[in-house]
């Protein structure tokens, strides 16, 4: 369990330096050792740094479309 959370927040601190927002086809990639860790339970721990990444970046997508769009700014 101690290793699936520190797993989990690297891949929130990694998430955390992208400098801007993939495209949301970018976040099924995430998903992909999410689905793995059924057959080899190898990726048990690449599964949870890909989740916290995808937690992160699903976040600054939500907080993103609150903002005000850029032809508004002015």
Do not use: N, T
């Not at 797993?7 to 998903?31: E, K, N, Q, T, W």
């Amino acid at each position: 369990m101690r290793a699936w959370i520190v797993s989990f927040s690297g891949g929130v601190f990694v998430a955390s330096y992208i400098p801007y927002l993939p495209d949301p086809r970018f976040y099924l990639l995430l998903f992909l050792p999410l689905l793995c860790v059924h057959w080899w339970r190898c990726l048990f721990l690449a599964a949870a740094f890909c989740l916290g990444i995808f937690w992160l970046l699903l976040i600054a997508q939500a907080h993103e479309q609150k903002l005000l769009p850029r032809h508004l700014e002015q």
